[in-house]
C-alpha cells in the first residue's frame, strides 16, 4: 500500500480540465496521486471536505524591501501575508531595496535572505536602469525572473527610469539573453510635465492627481515599449495596466504575434477614483485608479480573458511616509498595500461574473508559471508538481482587519472590505504554512525558485 506524507481529502480540486471531488496525495514535496477516493496511508491528512482546492497563487509583483528598508516590509512579514492569501510562490521586484537588485552581488544577498526568512517560495527579478547594461548577463545566468524597467519616474534614487537609449540597448541584451522585460508603462515626459503644471498652480487634489496620469500617458508608453520590442525581439510584460486603451494596443501586438503578456491588479477592479477621493493617500498608487466607467472596462477585459493574470503589486511603506499631516497628496508615498488580497480578489470577480474557477487558477497560477519559466514543476494540480495548494471556502466571509491582514503596516485600502470567500489552508510543497486561516510562523521553508 503506498504511504504518504500528507494525503489532502476530499476537496473539490481546481484541476487543469474542471473541477473534480478528488484527494491529492503528496509524498516528498510533489502530488504523487490524484484520485476520487486514494488509497493509502499518509502521516498526515488535510481534511478539505466542503472546500476548493486551488494551485497556489503565483504572484509575479510584489515589493519587499529588504535589504535596506525591511522597516517597510520584509521577507519574514511579507511571506505570511502572501501565505494568508493562498500564495505559494512571489516574485519580488528589484527596486526599493537598498541596494536594489541591479547586479550579481545584490540579486545573491537578496536570494540568501530570502531562502532565511521566507515561509514560501519566491523568485527575484532583476533591475534594467541606466549603466548596468553590462550587468544583464550575470543577472539572468544567476537565475533572475525577467527584468524590470519604468519608463516614468521612479522616485527612489537607487533605482531609475530609463532613458530611451538605455531602453533599447537593455532589450537587445535581454531578448538575446531569452528573458523577459517587465515595464512600468507611464510616459515620464507627460506625467512630468502635467505634475510641474499642477504643482506651479498648488493644485493638490485627489482630482489633480488623477489629470497628472492620464490613460494616454500610459497608452503612449505602452505603443514606444511594443515599437521598441519589434526592433529588438524582446519579450515584454506589462505590469499593472489600468486602461482598456492601452489593453487594446496590446491586443493588437499580440495579434501581429509580438511575444507580450499584461497582468492588471485587484485594485484596479474592486475600487475606483472615488476611493483616492475619500481616503487620501492609502489609495494612491500609479497609474492612478480610474473613474467607474473605466474600472468597469477592465472589468469585462478580465471576463473576455484579455488579462493574462493578477497580480498585487504589493508596495508598501510606513504610514509616516503617507501621513496627510506631513505631505499633500503629490508628496505623499505612492502603493497600494495588499499583497494578502489576489486570489479573493480574483474569486470575488469570478463569482460576480460568472467565471470559471479555472479561469482563476490560470490568472493566479498557470499562466504566470508558465510565462516565466516555473511551468514544469509549479501553476497546475497535476502528478509530479511541487504540492503548491490554496484551499478555499466559498461560502466563508473574509472582512479585511488590521488584526487579520499579516502586512508589517495595517493602512491599507482594504480595510473593511468583504470578500465572499477566505483561504483557509495553503500548502507549500507539502508543507501546511496556514490552517483554518492561521499562519504558522514556524514553518520556514520558502525557496528561490530559478525559471
Given at each position: 500500500?503506498?504511504?504518504?506524507?500528507?494525503?489532502?481529502?476530499?476537496?473539490?480540486?481546481?484541476?487543469?480540465?474542471?473541477?473534480?471531488?478528488?484527494?491529492?496525495?503528496?509524498?516528498?514535496?510533489?502530488?504523487?496521486?490524484?484520485?476520487?477516493?486514494?488509497?493509502?496511508?499518509?502521516?498526515?491528512?488535510?481534511?478539505?471536505?466542503?472546500?476548493?482546492?486551488?494551485?497556489?497563487?503565483?504572484?509575479?509583483?510584489?515589493?519587499?524591501?529588504?535589504?535596506?528598508?525591511?522597516?517597510?516590509?520584509?521577507?519574514?512579514?511579507?511571506?505570511?501575508?502572501?501565505?494568508?492569501?493562498?500564495?505559494?510562490?512571489?516574485?519580488?521586484?528589484?527596486?526599493?531595496?537598498?541596494?536594489?537588485?541591479?547586479?550579481?552581488?545584490?540579486?545573491?544577498?537578496?536570494?540568501?535572505?530570502?531562502?532565511?526568512?521566507?515561509?514560501?517560495?519566491?523568485?527575484?527579478?532583476?533591475?534594467?536602469?541606466?549603466?548596468?547594461?553590462?550587468?544583464?548577463?550575470?543577472?539572468?545566468?544567476?537565475?533572475?525572473?525577467?527584468?524590470?524597467?519604468?519608463?516614468?519616474?521612479?522616485?527612489?534614487?537607487?533605482?531609475?527610469?530609463?532613458?530611451?537609449?538605455?531602453?533599447?540597448?537593455?532589450?537587445?541584451?535581454?531578448?538575446?539573453?531569452?528573458?523577459?522585460?517587465?515595464?512600468?508603462?507611464?510616459?515620464?515626459?507627460?506625467?512630468?510635465?502635467?505634475?510641474d503644471e499642477k504643482e506651479a498652480a498648488g493644485l493638490f487634489?485627489?482630482?489633480?492627481?488623477?489629470?497628472?496620469?492620464?490613460?494616454?500617458?500610459?497608452?503612449?508608453?505602452?505603443?514606444?515599449?511594443?515599437?521598441?520590442?519589434?526592433?529588438?525581439?524582446?519579450?515584454?510584460?506589462?505590469?499593472?495596466?489600468?486602461?482598456?486603451?492601452?489593453?487594446?494596443?496590446?491586443?493588437?501586438?499580440?495579434?501581429?504575434?509580438?511575444?507580450?503578456?499584461?497582468?492588471?491588479?485587484?485594485?484596479?477592479?474592486?475600487?475606483?477614483h472615488d476611493s483616492l477621493r475619500e481616503k487620501g493617500s492609502?489609495?494612491?498608487?500609479?497609474?492612478?485608479?480610474?473613474?467607474?466607467?473605466?474600472?468597469?472596462?477592465?472589468?469585462?477585459?478580465?471576463?473576455?480573458?484579455?488579462?493574462?493574470?493578477?497580480?498585487?503589486?504589493?508596495?508598501?511603506?510606513?504610514?509616516?511616509?503617507?501621513?496627510?499631516?506631513?505631505?499633500?497628496?503629490?508628496?505623499?508615498?505612492?502603493?497600494?498595500?495588499?499583497?494578502?488580497?489576489?486570489?479573493?480578489?480574483?474569486?470575488?470577480?469570478?463569482?460576480?461574473?460568472?467565471?470559471?474557477?479555472?479561469?482563476?487558477?490560470?490568472?493566479?497560477?498557470?499562466?504566470?508559471?508558465?510565462?516565466?519559466?516555473?511551468?514544469?514543476?509549479?501553476?497546475?494540480?497535476?502528478?509530479?508538481?511541487?504540492?503548491?495548494?490554496?484551499?478555499?471556502?466559498?461560502?466563508?466571509?473574509?472582512?479585511?482587519?488590521?488584526?487579520?491582514?499579516?502586512?508589517?503596516?495595517?493602512?491599507?485600502?482594504?480595510?473593511?472590505?468583504?470578500?465572499?470567500?477566505?483561504?483557509?489552508?495553503?500548502?507549500?510543497?507539502?508543507?501546511?504554512?496556514?490552517?483554518?486561516?492561521?499562519?504558522?510562523?514556524?514553518?520556514?521553508?520558502?525557496?528561490?525558485?530559478?525559471?
Amino acid at each position: 500500500m503506498e504511504r504518504y506524507d500528507l494525503i489532502v481529502r476530499d476537496g473539490s480540486v481546481v484541476l487543469p480540465d474542471g473541477v473534480k471531488k478528488v484527494d491529492v496525495g503528496i509524498k516528498d514535496g510533489k502530488i504523487a496521486a490524484i484520485a476520487a477516493k486514494l488509497e493509502g496511508e499518509a502521516e498526515h491528512t488535510y481534511d478539505a471536505d466542503g472546500s476548493h482546492v486551488f494551485p497556489g497563487m503565483i504572484d509575479v509583483h510584489v515589493h519587499f524591501s529588504e535589504p535596506g528598508r525591511e522597516h517597510w516590509e520584509g521577507f519574514t512579514t511579507g511571506s505570511a501575508m502572501m501565505a494568508a492569501g493562498g500564495c505559494t510562490t512571489f516574485f519580488d521586484m528589484p527596486l526599493n531595496g537598498i541596494p536594489s537588485t541591479v547586479n550579481e552581488e545584490a540579486l545573491l544577498e537578496k536570494a540568501r535572505i530570502g531562502n532565511e526568512k521566507s515561509l514560501v517560495d519566491f523568485g527575484l527579478w532583476g533591475g534594467l536602469v541606466p549603466g548596468n547594461e553590462d550587468d544583464l548577463k550575470p543577472l539572468a545566468e544567476s537565475g533572475v525572473i525577467g527584468f524590470k524597467a519604468f519608463l516614468s519616474t521612479t522616485g527612489n534614487k537607487e533605482f531609475e527610469a530609463v532613458d530611451d537609449m538605455t531602453l533599447l540597448t537593455g532589450m537587445k541584451k535581454i531578448a538575446a539573453l531569452g528573458k523577459v522585460l517587465a515595464l512600468h508603462s507611464e510616459s515620464a515626459a507627460i506625467t512630468n510635465w502635467l505634475k510641474d503644471e499642477k504643482e506651479a498652480a498648488g493644485l493638490f487634489s485627489a482630482d489633480d492627481y488623477l489629470e497628472t496620469r492620464p490613460i494616454i500617458a500610459e497608452v503612449e508608453a505602452v505603443e514606444r515599449a511594443l515599437y521598441y520590442s519589434e526592433i529588438t525581439g524582446c519579450a515584454l510584460h506589462f505590469v499593472h495596466i489600468s486602461s482598456a486603451a492601452a489593453v487594446a494596443s496590446i491586443e493588437a501586438a499580440k495579434a501581429r504575434g509580438m511575444n507580450v503578456t499584461v497582468e492588471t491588479c485587484p485594485h484596479y477592479l474592486l475600487f475606483n477614483h472615488d476611493s483616492l477621493r475619500e481616503k487620501g493617500s492609502i489609495a494612491k498608487c500609479a497609474p492612478p485608479l480610474r473613474e467607474a466607467d473605466e474600472q468597469q472596462r477592465l472589468i469585462s477585459l478580465l471576463a473576455e480573458g484579455k488579462f493574462d493574470m493578477l497580480s498585487s503589486d504589493h508596495s508598501p511603506c510606513p504610514y509616516d511616509m503617507k501621513d496627510p499631516k506631513d505631505f499633500n497628496l503629490f508628496q505623499a508615498w505612492g502603493g497600494i498595500s495588499g499583497g494578502q488580497f489576489t486570489l479573493l480578489s480574483a474569486l470575488e470577480l469570478a463569482l460576480a461574473h460568472n467565471i470559471p474557477l479555472e479561469q482563476v487558477a490560470a490568472w493566479t497560477a498557470s499562466n504566470p508559471a508558465e510565462r516565466f519559466g516555473l511551468a514544469e514543476r509549479k501553476g497546475s494540480i497535476v502528478t509530479g508538481m511541487d504540492a503548491d495548494l490554496a484551499i478555499v471556502d466559498l461560502n466563508k466571509t473574509f472582512t479585511v482587519t488590521e488584526d487579520n491582514y499579516y502586512a508589517k503596516h495595517k493602512q491599507s485600502l482594504y480595510i473593511g472590505h468583504s470578500f465572499p470567500s477566505s483561504v483557509i489552508g495553503t500548502i507549500v510543497r507539502g508543507y501546511v504554512v496556514v490552517r483554518s486561516g492561521e499562519v504558522l510562523t514556524e514553518v520556514n521553508e520558502g525557496n528561490w525558485q530559478k525559471p
